[in-house]
């Protein structure tokens, strides 16, 4: 199957404890069906082998769907399950060795918090970054001081490569989100935690087709 | 660098927490000087740039004094390290899995606990078994019930792989364990906690090659 072009304009990001009790597969189901097109799947506490099987599980769930899966940290799950990619963070493995792993054409992405963080992601082999927490959010403990629009458009200026705003972003902040330099939309809680995980996705991604339309 | 023989006489699994405040690559060290030819590098709360980081500088300490390295459930960073292999639990990714990520020639260990499990690991692509726990443990929370020396002989006379014992093996029960049928030990705290690592490590080593002597 030839892998979709890189959409990042919604991304969903899985949290299992926002999920109101909702099965994983159904959310992110919906969360595709409503225009997500990128999924990244994190998973803190679930075993390797879990973690391995949820990874294949998401594969075979979205890609037939026109959208990519890439697994937080984990290269080796990544690879396990032929995702597309791996997001990793600051403590996780570095940009330069996950690449080495993975290859030239798998996604990755790396997250950034403030303008040194941004700066130091220059020249390194990664396809996005995630950008936040653009504003104050309670989904991620160690999400550090939110950057707000702001910080979020000096860390898009110094980037490289496209960057994704994440960190408690909703339909109401979406559009200034965009407008301060970010590709996309990295959404926690405004989809697993939705009451109806179809209808927010199609809110946030006719934000994001707006907003492009206007460019 | 030729890869050393495979030599599960002396197996040391590291656990930061033991070490009585000494540092890891100290220990190591001493329990390699001692005779330990496998480590076992097990982390469970460290990020995985760190993970990678401390398997890099093992790498680089044992394998120049002839012996070998494996990670703990972490395939990405027993490669990123070009470690000598992995052990894996039964949670973790499946040796079928590992095998095709880390190729023929990497070492695979499996954990076992009892005659079920035993009996499963039949035909799975590894190397050796670590069968336990023997006796009761306090290093490892998730360690299952103690098989004793008679569960030791079942799982030893199941495997199609080398055995190694595991579970509060001690310089006072080593023969007994090797005469149940181990090829090995695997040690935690008999070296991690020893106060002279060196030593405890030559004396497990003495009684492991007198075994061998014996047979």
Redesign the interface.
């Known amino acids: 199957m030839t892998r979709s072009p890189l959409d990042l304009g919604l991304y969903l990001v899985t949290d299992r404890a926002a999920l109101l009790g909702r099965d994983l597969f159904y959310v992110v189901g919906q969360a595709v069906a409503g225009g997500a097109r990128l999924v990244q799947l994190r998973e803190k506490r679930a075993?390797?082998?879990?973690f391995?099987e949820l990874a294949r599980g998401l594969v075979a769930l979205v890609r037939p769907l026109g959208a990519q899966l890439v697994i937080n940290?984990?290269?080796?799950?990544a690879?396990?399950a032929d995702a597309d990619g791996v997001h990793?963070g600051?403590?996780?493995?570095?940009p330069a060795?996950v690449r080495?792993?993975l290859g030239p054409h798998k996604l990755i992405g790396l997250s950034v918090t403030g303008e040194e963080e941004a700066r130091a992601a220059r020249g390194l082999p990664v396809d996005y970054l995630g950008a936040g927490p653009v504003f104050a959010t309670t989904t991620k403990a160690d999400a550090g001081e939110p950057q707000g629009l702001a910080g979020l458009a000096r860390m898009a200026a110094l980037a490289e490569v496209p960057v994704v705003g994440i960190g408690a972003i909703t339909a109401a902040n979406a559009a200034a989100v965009l407008a301060a330099g970010a590709s996309g939309l990295a959404v926690v809680s405004a989809i697993c935690a939705a009451p109806d995980p179809l209808a927010a996705a199609r809110e946030l991604r006719a934000i994001v087709d707006a907003a492009r339309a206007g460019r």
């Open positions: 075993c390797t082998r879990e391995v940290d984990r290269v080796d799950v690879l396990a990793v600051q403590d996780d493995m570095h060795d080495a792993l």
